[in-house]
Structure formats: C-alpha cells, structure tokens
C-alpha cells in the first residue's frame, strides 16, 4: 500500500471520537469510501478514501486501537481530524466491526495479529455472545 498516511492521536470529544493524522500527513482527497480493510504486517486497520484513479489509505495502528474501541462504542461514525479540516469517517463502524469478527479465531491474518485484535478489542466481541 502506498502513501502511508497514519493516524496518530485520537481522543474522545462529546459523544465524537475524533482521530487525527500524523503531522506531515496530507489532508484527504477524495471522499470517505466507507469501506476498511487490514494490514496485518502492519498490525493496522487501514481506511480508504474513493480518489479518482483508485483510493488514498488512512492506516490506524495498535496505538489507537483502544479509542477504536470507543469509537464502535459511540452512537456515530468517529471524525478524521488534520490541520484545517475534518471529515466523518462514514461506514467505519460497520466496517471495524465486521473485521474484528473476521478475525476472531482466523490465523489467516497471522496469529499475532489476530490476538491483538482479540485482546483490544474483546469488550465489543464479548458483547455480542
């Protein structure tokens, strides 16, 4: 995946979890595609914005797992902060969900990766039950 732009603070504001790019990161282009995916090596859940000749990645690694945690918790879809905007995250719940059940028990994405994600986020995947 090119173009590594990576989250790297969130914090909780009102009922919204706001995630912000790191520094030199670039403000999005294109639209919220509302649609996630894994990187696994990475230990990261990536992002993607709909661009003209394909999508932009937004990876959100290990260290803010636990405010995607809240994130899924909360009534709506968390913000993606940078510089001088923002923008909803749209389908992120949905699709952070749908991962995690994924990989709930699937060493397809490689067995470390998998437990982390049990771990962090095992208030959600308990809920379900």
Do not use: C, R
Request: glycine fraction near 6%.
């Amino acid at each position: 995946m090119s173009n590594l732009n990576q989250i790297n603070h969130a914090n909780l504001n009102g009922d919204h979890v706001h995630f912000t790019v790191a520094e030199k990161t670039k403000a999005p282009e294109g639209k919220p595609a509302g649609k996630m995916i894994t990187d696994s090596d990475e230990f990261s859940f990536v992002y993607l914005f709909d661009v003209e000749d394909g999508y932009t990645y937004y990876h959100f690694p290990q260290a803010v797992w636990p405010m995607m945690v809240e994130a899924l918790k909360a009534d709506v879809d968390p913000i993606l902060s940078w510089d001088d905007g923002e923008v909803t995250l749209n389908g992120f719940k949905e699709e952070l969900t749908m991962l995690i059940f994924n990989i709930e028990g699937n060493d397809n994405y490689g067995e470390s990766f998998s437990t982390a994600v049990e771990q962090t986020f095992s208030s959600i995947l308990q809920n379900a039950e």
